[in-house]
Each structure stands twice: as C-alpha cells, then as structure tokens.
C-alpha cells in the first residue's frame, strides 16, 4: 500500500481550477519530486495535503486512512509535516528553540505540569533538549545552537526549516522549493542532507523544486504539473526527455 495516495484531487478559486483531477501514488520511503511552472499548482497540492485547503473533488489517504476535512494540527499529527516557500523561523528565538519549539507541539504534559515545573516537565524538557541537539547535529547545526535564527546565513535557515520540520516526525515531509536562494555548493549540501533524512529517519519526501539539477538528482519518481493538471509522471530521465515536458515546462 502506498503511503500517500491522492486520487482526482481538486480545488476551484472562483472561476479558477488551480488543480484538476490530479493523482498521487507516493511509497513509503520514496524521493518524489513535484514540478511545473509558474502558477502550475504545485503550492496549492501542498496546501490541500496539509489541510490548509480542504479539496472540491478527489481523495487523500495518508497510510490508507483520509485526511479530507481534518484540520492543519490534525494533519500534522497524522504524520506530514512541511516547509514553506518563503522561511518561517521564529526568526528572534535561537536556533535550539526553533527546534524545540516544534517538539512542544507534540509533546504532552499537563499545563498545570508546564505552569507548576512539576517532575514530568523536567524529564520532558531534558528529554526534548536531547531530541532536539540531535535534530541539529543531523543539520550540521549544533554548534549554533544559542544563535539567534535571524543571526544564521540564509542557507543554513532554509536548513533550520527543514530540521523543525523533521521534529514534527513526520511520516512524509514535504519540502516547498528546499533549494529556494542557495548558491550551487549549499545546494549540492542540501541534496546529501534530504537524502540523509531519508536513510536515517526513514522518512518519504515529496519536494517542490525549481532546481532541476537537485530534482533529477535525488527524485526517483517526479510528477510535472501544467495549468493544475498532470503533464507526466515517471522518472526523471522519462519525464525530462518527454517533449510535452520539455515544450511547456522549458519553453522550448
Ligand atoms: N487562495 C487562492 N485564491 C485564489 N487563487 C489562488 C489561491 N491559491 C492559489 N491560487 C491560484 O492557483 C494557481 C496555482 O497557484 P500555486 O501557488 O499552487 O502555483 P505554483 O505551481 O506553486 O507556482 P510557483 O511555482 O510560482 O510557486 C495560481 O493561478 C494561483 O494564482
């Protein structure tokens, strides 16, 4: 059974059909990549799986089970986690807290436990510093722990994103457009560190990218999207060299 599987899947703004009958077969531990130009939809797919839209056709089963009509928090325990195309740190709090931060939302004490500094919180908190220092070693981020995440060079905050996301312990981590500003050597970075998150956290990864170097580099299936609906989906050597691809997507 595939771990995500998206059958049909729509939305309409307005007059506007921003994703149309789209299917999703994703396996668990899979490297899949979601590309098109411009406008093509792929943000949008990212919010329907999240839950931040909720679709006008179609269905999501993530581990055979729907998340259609659960809220963002609900998906989000369900096990996808994500990035955003522009970086949301909490940009004044440091490194470490970044992480933590997204820790917390899954952690469960009592308020009174919180409020109270009760034994439990104590454990959780030394429990929660631990998980976290080892999030930011896998990032090559631990010796920054105590920076502010404003203070960090812009590649290792668009790496700080994905570390926050990987302590949501996802099942399937999306990535939108991960290699969005990075210079070609933190971008050949980047592609070891997702497939790092990959081995090491067995995780299944859907990315966004515009990076067609990093795209066919670690995507093993890709999915190219053109005014909301499929153009292809096969692997990057099919769906690069299929000519729809190449016309609508290069502009050739
Ligand atoms: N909330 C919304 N209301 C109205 N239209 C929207 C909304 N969200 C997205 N759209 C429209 O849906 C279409 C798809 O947008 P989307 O952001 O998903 O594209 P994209 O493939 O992610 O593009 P990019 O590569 O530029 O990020 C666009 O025409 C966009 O204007």
Same mark, same amino acid.
């Given at each position: 059974m595939a771990l995500l599987e998206v059958k049909n899947l729509g939305i309409s703004f307005g007059g506007l059909?921003?994703?149309?009958?789209v299917n999703l077969s994703i396996k668990k531990g899979q490297l899949f990549g979601l590309i098109g130009p411009n406008g093509a939809g792929k943000t949008t797919i990212f919010n329907l799986l999240t839950g931040v839209y909720q679709p006008t056709d179609g269905t999501i089963l993530l581990d055979g089970v729907s998340i259609v009509g659960k809220s963002t928090a609900e998906i989000s325990m369900a096990g996808i986690g994500r990035t955003f195309q522009n970086i949301r740190l909490f940009?004044?709090?440091s490194v470490l807290d970044n992480v933590k931060a997204a820790l917390h939302n899954h952690e469960k004490y009592s308020l009174l436990a919180g409020i109270m500094r009760l034994p439990l919180y104590y454990s959780k908190e030394r429990q929660m510093n631990k998980t976290a220092r080892e999030i930011l070693k896998v990032f090559d981020l631990d010796k920054e722990e105590?920076?502010? !995440?404003?203070?960090?060079?812009y590649g290792k905050q668009r790496k700080l994103e994905i570390a926050r996301a990987l302590a949501t312990r996802p099942k399937l981590l999306l990535l939108d457009e991960?290699? !969005?500003?990075?210079?070609p050597n933190e971008t050949a970075e980047l592609m070891d560190t997702i497939r790092l998150i990959r081995d090491k956290f067995d995780i299944t990864i859907l990315l966004i990218e515009h990076d067609m170097k990093l795209v066919s580099g670690i995507c093993e299936q890709i999915l190219v999207l053109n005014f909301g609906t499929e153009l292809a989906n096969g692997t990057p050597e099919e769906v690069l060299n299929d000519p729809a691809v190449i016309t609508a997507y290069l502009g050739e």
């Amino acid at each position: 059974m595939a771990l995500l599987e998206v059958k049909n899947l729509g939305i309409s703004f307005g007059g506007l059909r921003a994703v149309d009958e789209v299917n999703l077969s994703i396996k668990k531990g899979q490297l899949f990549g979601l590309i098109g130009p411009n406008g093509a939809g792929k943000t949008t797919i990212f919010n329907l799986l999240t839950g931040v839209y909720q679709p006008t056709d179609g269905t999501i089963l993530l581990d055979g089970v729907s998340i259609v009509g659960k809220s963002t928090a609900e998906i989000s325990m369900a096990g996808i986690g994500r990035t955003f195309q522009n970086i949301r740190l909490f940009k004044n709090m440091s490194v470490l807290d970044n992480v933590k931060a997204a820790l917390h939302n899954h952690e469960k004490y009592s308020l009174l436990a919180g409020i109270m500094r009760l034994p439990l919180y104590y454990s959780k908190e030394r429990q929660m510093n631990k998980t976290a220092r080892e999030i930011l070693k896998v990032f090559d981020l631990d010796k920054e722990e105590n920076y502010l !995440a404003s203070n960090l060079p812009y590649g290792k905050q668009r790496k700080l994103e994905i570390a926050r996301a990987l302590a949501t312990r996802p099942k399937l981590l999306l990535l939108d457009e991960p290699a !969005a500003g990075m210079n070609p050597n933190e971008t050949a970075e980047l592609m070891d560190t997702i497939r790092l998150i990959r081995d090491k956290f067995d995780i299944t990864i859907l990315l966004i990218e515009h990076d067609m170097k990093l795209v066919s580099g670690i995507c093993e299936q890709i999915l190219v999207l053109n005014f909301g609906t499929e153009l292809a989906n096969g692997t990057p050597e099919e769906v690069l060299n299929d000519p729809a691809v190449i016309t609508a997507y290069l502009g050739e």
